[in-house]
């Protein structure tokens, strides 16, 4: 987390009365949806509901129309989380229907950049590590589908502290 309000597309939310945030993946089934439900958790304990809309999707179409990865929906389940997101793959009207397009790693972000319809609309990709301590020191979201249990509880640990911050800046620019 570095000067992150002085990235373009956060300081555009100033003053508006709602913001829209894309969290993004490969699969959707493991990362995003997870960083969905988390984000979810935080608007509802701040009872905040009215000023944002928060959705998740995956680069890849593999698993659309499924629920999450059912490893990830029970490691979210022991934090007091339910993963119901049904799956469903990036589509190019995301670019306009969201204000933060949040990919969890530097893949997802490349496929994002790539499908942008203008650069303009690239300005909305903010990937997801920019809003996690430093001293966690991660630069991505590690993909924890060929991992054990330790990797979804890293992703949980990461999503976690991230939610949380970008919950903290959106929420101080935001009316
Ligand atoms: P995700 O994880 O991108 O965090 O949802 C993955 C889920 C499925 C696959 C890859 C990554 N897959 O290859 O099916």
Redesign the pocket.
Same mark, same amino acid.
């Given at each position: 987390m570095n000067n992150i309000e002085s990235i373009e597309a956060i300081s555009r939310l100033n003053g508006k009365e709602k913001a829209r945030v894309l969290f993004v @993946?490969?699969?959707?089934? @493991?990362?995003?949806?997870?960083a969905d439900g988390i984000m979810h958790a935080i608007i509802e304990e701040h009872n905040d509901d009215a000023r944002w809309e928060i959705d998740s999707a995956?680069t890849?179409g593999?698993?659309v129309g499924d629920l999450?990865?059912s490893r990830?929906r029970i490691h979210a389940r022991r934090r007091g989380l339910e993963l119901n997101h049904i799956c469903r793959q990036v589509r190019i009207a995301d670019f306009d229907d969201f204000d933060l397009i949040i990919p969890?790693d530097a893949s997802?972000e490349s496929n994002l950049r790539r499908i942008a319809p203008t650069t303009e609309h690239e300005t909305k990709i903010i990937p997801m590590a920019k809003f996690i301590n430093m001293s966690l020191r991660y630069d991505y979201?590690p993909?924890?589908?060929?991992e054990g249990a330790e990797g979804f509880e890293l992703?949980l640990d990461l999503l976690q502290n991230g939610c949380a911050n970008l919950y903290d800046i959106v929420s101080k620019v935001i009316k």
């Open positions: @993946c490969l699969g959707n089934i @493991c990362r995003s949806p997870a995956g890849g593999y698993h999450p990865d990830m969890m997802n979201i993909d924890p589908y060929y992703v």
